[in-house]
């Protein structure tokens, strides 16, 4: 059973695009992060969330506790965004759950 | 630069040896993190420290040893590498409330 389940798996976009990451999750929380990994690279907290909707730059994430869903936008896409987006969940024991990742590429 | 810093970023070891990973944060965080990320598997847990003086086994501990001595650092000790031990290896910190999750750029371990 995995408690973060994030879609889609792989994406492919053209440069330009907005682009939306899921996550689902069927426990409990306080708080959710997206954290951000460039091939080869170190791995980047992008946002923690514990309700609504926070915005960086291009980047939008939004959260749903009731329905223990969120999600990470991307608007006007660029090739430096391609990456790997996971999303992660603290637990009652001061660990992470982590989803599967999502691996984008974002075609010039 | 406020951080995590892991020494070293690559390392080769050949079957047998040993050696010790050193993470250190100056954001005195409280919980510290070691993971190891391989190829389709994510991040998995190695160990963690709740506290200064305190470690407890994560995910996939067997072959590692911690130590938290010190608030600011958390070592990852490999007695007798093998090369299922060929990983990526990350540490990361965070404060209470989880706030502020950092993670170091990573260690790059090859095992022969």
């Known amino acids: 059973k995995n408690e973060v389940e994030q879609s889609p798996q792989n994406l492919t976009a053209q440069e330009g695009e907005f682009i939306t990451i899921n996550c689902s999750y069927s426990?409990?929380?306080?708080?959710l992060h997206w954290l951000q990994q460039h091939p080869g690279g170190g791995i980047v907290s992008l946002f923690m969330?514990?309700?609504g909707k926070k915005k960086h730059g291009r980047l939008i994430a939004t959260i749903n506790i009731q329905e223990k869903h969120s999600s990470l936008h991307i608007t006007a896409s660029h090739p430096r965004d391609s990456a790997v987006y996971i999303c992660?969940?603290?637990?009652?024991?001061?660990?992470?759950?982590f989803g599967t990742g999502t691996s984008l590429t974002v075609i010039p | 630069n406020a951080g995590v810093t892991q020494t070293p970023k690559f390392r080769v070891l050949k079957t047998g040896q040993s050696m010790t990973l050193l993470c250190a944060q100056d954001?005195?965080?409280?919980?510290m993190y070691w993971y190891r990320q391989d190829p389709g598997m994510g991040l998995r847990l190695i160990h963690y420290?709740?506290?200064?003086?305190?470690?407890a086994k994560g995910e996939v501990p067997d072959g590692y040893n911690v130590s938290r001595l010190k608030k600011q650092n958390f070592l990852l000790g490999l007695e007798s590498a093998a090369p299922s031990q060929t990983s990526v290896y990350f540490c990361?910190?965070?404060?209470?409330?989880?706030?502020?999750?950092?993670f170091g750029s990573g260690t790059r371990l090859t095992v022969v």
């Open positions: 992660a969940l603290p637990n009652t024991g001061n660990q992470f759950y």
């Open positions: 420290s709740v506290g200064e003086g305190t470690t």
């Open positions: 426990v409990g929380i306080s708080a």
């Open positions: 990361a910190s965070t404060g209470q409330g989880n706030y502020g999750y950092t």
């Open positions: 954001m005195n965080h409280e919980y």
């Open positions: 969330l514990s309700s």
